[in-house]
């Protein structure tokens, strides 16, 4: 981990009451129409939290074509079939005729026409999205075709809207918070298509998937080879910056961090396997960049959700190689999560606990009457992670994989906000 030393600036804030002005002291606003930076003849500017910008530039930019008209103190923007019309000081606009009330009217600053740049953006079936840590304004005018294109699960890409995943999936078989704060959609009534979709501002915000879903133009899919990979991506990343500090990626030679598109691109992949995609993960670059580090907020909502993800992912791996899958067992669990708690408040990371007590020891204690029992242990960021890091190692995979179990509980502990103490513990009754 490198930091970087932080630089504190000083910000003066003038209000003027009798109308709407500019926020003045702060950097102004910079414009990414994909992922290009844009330099305009005057800066973009803040009033009433909304940002204008200067008309001309911008939205010829994005392909319309911008009038003005002097006598009515009017604009009007037009693309293909799209007429935007609006006025200077007025928050009435009319699209193709029908009125809409913007946020922030148009004005005029330092002899240029300012207008409301979501409003208009968005009007031109553009994704705008807004990051404050840079004061930056990103526009995209297809999101949707590039991630369809370049990977996508089940017909769902990244940036797509929560309606179109319903018209495609359904209805989630649950709906389970995360670590990133978005809510993963789960998918898991056949293994064989799992799929999670995170969810934040009713759009694609992450994905995630072990199972063999993957579509894509450029092969990227389960069961590529690193090098195809790649091939399609590039060179992967060795970190990523979170505020001041650099945080690098872990295990490198058992995954990929890619930065596409706004999205950092994770596959995973199968050491035991040739190096071969065992899964990807999509998230949105915004989101993981704004977490605390890698800390995870802990709750029992959350803990929840990352033990039935964890018996999810095993399943997956069982299904993709003809196994039975494993049902969830509540009394065994409680086992597991007393140990991942006992492991976190007793400062120990081991099977055997500091009184001597072994797996099977706590599995006896709890009056489970077992044939056979089997216990893995994980200490990481997340479950995807923890459960990427066991497969990949033979003792805990053989665990996972173990034709005769055939129960499952996973118990957490949370309290350390910097990592995940997992515990699985495999059975078959007697």
Known sequence: ??????????????????????????????????????????????????????????????????????????????????????????????????????????????DYTMVPLRFISEALAAEVTWDSRPRTVYINTEPDNRWQSLCSARGVAMGEEDSRVLSILGSPVRIAPSAYGFDWWVYNSNYR??????????????????????????????????NKVRAALGKPIKEIKKGNTLYMVSNPEERD????????????????????VNSFLLINSRIEESIDGYRVSGSIALRDSVEKQTLDLVNVERVKRGLSILTWDADIASVARKHSQDMQY??????????????????????????????????NYNAISAH?????????????????????????????????YLTQNFYTPR
């Open 1 to 110: 981990m490198f930091k970087k030393s932080s630089i504190i600036l000083l910000a003066f804030l003038f209000i003027i009451t009798l109308f709407p002005m500019p926020v003045l002291g702060a950097a102004s606003p910079s414009i990414v129409i994909n992922n290009q930076l844009l330099h305009t003849a005057v800066p973009p500017i803040i009033v009433e939290n909304r940002t204008l910008a200067p008309i001309r530039g911008v939205f010829e930019e994005l392909g319309a074509t911008v009038k003005w008209q002097e006598q009515t103190q009017s604009v009007h923007i037009n693309r293909d079939n799209l007429l935007i019309t609006m006025r200077i000081n007025q928050r009435h606009a009319y699209i193709n005729g029908n009125p809409y009330i913007m946020d922030t009217a148009p004005i005029i600053y330092k």
């Open 257 to 276: 961090v890619f930065l596409v598109n706004q999205v950092y691109f994770t596959a995973m992949y199968d050491s035991q396997n040739n190096y071969k």
């Open 193 to 226: 298509d799992f799929l999670l979709v995170g969810i934040q501002n009713h759009k694609v915000a992450g994905m995630y998937s072990n199972a063999p879903v993957w579509k894509s133009d450029s092969g990227l899919n389960s069961g590529a080879t690193r």
């Open 346 to 379: 007793r400062d120990y990371f081991a099977h055997d606990n500091p009184d001597g007590k072994t797996p099977f020891d706590r599995i006896e204690s709890a009056g489970i009457d077992y044939k056979m029992a089997g216990e893995n242990i994980a200490l």
């Open 388 to 420: 990427e890091s066991l497969m990949n190692s033979p003792g805990h995979r053989r665990n996972i994989l173990e034709k005769d179990f055939k129960r499952l509980g996973v118990g957490i502990s949370l309290d350390d906000p910097d990592y995940i």
